[in-house]
């Protein structure tokens, strides 16, 4: 069993999201001896379902990339207007490929 301090430093959260994950009913937790306690295995449990849970992180194919500059061309294509047209593009595009 570790305190509240204790379980924000090993979740890497503030002692306020770890009062807020317990409130919610995320995290459990025991109160003993007028002290709130988290289990240690609880804890281990969030922490590998996070990092299980994680996303991924982008790479020059991802489509927010085909963006970069629409909306500056200065009258050319592709404009603001266009970002949905590219994304959906994209987008069909991966899923034709797979």
Not at 74 to 84: E, I, S, W
Request: glycine share 12%; aromatic share 4%; no cysteine.
């Amino acid at each position: 069993m570790v305190t509240v301090d204790e379980a924000g430093r090993a979740l890497g959260v503030s002692r306020s999201t770890v009062w807020r994950l317990i409130q919610r009913g995320d995290l459990p937790s025991v109160r003993r001896g007028g002290r709130r306690l988290v289990p240690a295995t609880a804890i281990q449990t969030r922490t590998r379902r996070h990092r299980a849970a994680q996303i991924p992180s982008f790479t020059l194919d991802h489509p927010m990339f085909r963006l970069v500059g629409a909306g500056r061309g200065g009258g050319r294509t592709p404009g603001a207007r266009d970002k949905h047209a590219i994304l959906d593009t994209t987008v069909r595009l991966k899923a034709d490929a797979t």
